[in-house]
T-cell receptor, first 113, second 108 residues
Framework: DTAVSQTPKYLVTQMGNDKSIKCEQN?????MYWYKQDSKKFLKIMFS???????INETVPNRFSPKSPDKAHLNLHINSLELGDSAVYFC????????????FGPGTRLTVT | RKEVEQDPGPFNVPEGATVAFNCTYS??????FFWYRQDCRKEPKLLMS???SGNEDGRFTAQLNRASQYISLLIRDSKLSDSATYLC?????????FGTGTRLQVFP
């Protein structure tokens, strides 16, 4: 009965590789988000989608490409991984917009070597 | 300077103590305010929303001062299970802006 799930939980990869993180929510929410939490624990929004439509793109390098095949899924693909991409990536969802509580997934810990 | 500033702590307090966290935000266009809690190596979870009139949820009391752009969280009768990082969060332009968090450690 997991509300927001992400796979994989851990991802270790080398610089230059391309990787994807998947996110699914079974809450029936319209809006989904990707956040990055860096080594200093600073949590920053990257993207938000509402009903499969991109709403926020927070000046993220275009190596990062979100894809929302339907409103229950928001995947994150990262090309040409760099050392600075190492972080924890959280997916979240909310019923409509940020006026409502956001429910976070368990996070994906990405380590780029 | 970050848009939402918090003292990182850690605050080390004994069980039963009262502890207060403060937060300031720099953008007066901020519309809504929240406290989230994040346990070590876990995801953030909403603790409570913050209203101008102040609001209470059990042992937790949140206050907002819009004129001073200041938000506070008071925890009474601290429990060991309150040990976590408390994130001050503001909503602006349909985005949540997170502070870096204040770490609380409650000891027996």
């Amino acid at each position: 009965d997991t509300a927001v799930s992400q796979t994989p939980k851990y991802l270790v990869t080398q610089m230059g590789n391309d990787k994807s993180i998947k996110c699914e929510q079974n809450l029936g929410h319209d809006t989904m988000y990707w956040y990055k939490q860096d080594s200093k624990k600073f949590l920053k929004i990257m993207f938000s989608y509402n009903n499969k439509e991109l709403i926020i793109n927070e000046t993220v390098p275009n190596r990062f490409s979100p894809k929302s095949p339907d409103k229950a899924h928001l995947n994150l693909h990262i090309n040409s991984l760099e050392l600075g991409d190492s972080a924890v990536y959280f997916c979240a969802s909310s019923p409509r917009d940020t006026s409502y509580e956001q429910y976070f997934g368990p996070g994906t810990r990405l380590t780029v070597t | 300077r970050k848009e939402v500033e918090q003292d990182p702590g850690p605050f080390n307090v004994p069980e039963g103590a009262t502890v207060a966290f403060n937060c300031t935000y720099s953008n007066s266009a901020s519309q809504s305010f929240f406290w989230y809690r994040q346990d070590c190596r876990k995801e953030p979870k909403l603790l409570m929303s913050v209203y101008s009139s102040g609001n209470e949820d059990g042992r937790f009391t949140a206050q907002l001062n819009r004129a001073s752009q200041y938000i506070s969280l008071l925890i009474r009768d601290s429990k060991l299970s309150d040990s976590a990082t408390y994130l001050c969060v503001v909503k602006r332009d349909d985005k949540l802006i997170f502070g870096t968090g204040t770490r609380l450690q409650v000891f027996p």
